[in-house]
């Protein structure tokens, strides 16, 4: 069974740092693309940045935010720098089983919960 449970998401102010954590567990840590996305209000689900299956290529929108893995723990984290408020949404981790992330919802097979991140102004 594959789950993924992210957390770490709060409410913060704008320009703060925050990582987001998601655990993984069920496939090999390496059998998988990993991504995160976000879904703000009112607006569809958005691609944020993603680890190809080798850890070799990352694929991201926006310099502000970085992705890194703990193979040993199964983690997968999300580190976003300078926050805005438009960056306020739930903020999802996700699994491929493309070589690479991409920004299309069809090609990831699961996903976790969610983690609200809120940015005050």
């Known amino acids: 069974q594959v789950q993924l449970v992210e957390s770490g998401g709060r409410l913060v102010q704008p320009g703060e740092f925050l990582r987001l954590s998601c655990q993984i567990s069920?496939?090999?840590?390496?059998?998988?693309?990993m991504a995160w996305w976000r879904q703000g209000p009112g607006k569809e689900r958005e691609f944020v940045i993603g680890i190809s299956r080798d850890g070799e290529r990352i694929i991201y929108e926006d310099w502000r935010f970085h992705v890194s893995t703990d193979n040993a723990k199964n983690m997968l984290y999300l580190d976003l720098n300078h926050l805005k408020p438009e960056d306020t949404a739930l903020y999802y981790c996700?699994?491929?089983?493309?070589?690479?992330?991409?920004?299309?919802?069809?090609?990831?097979?699961?996903w976790g919960q969610g983690t609200q991140v809120t940015v005050s102004s």
């Open positions: 996700a699994l491929s089983s493309r070589a690479s992330p991409d920004d299309d919802e069809s090609d990831y097979d699961y």
């Open positions: 069920g496939p090999a840590f390496g059998a998988y693309s």
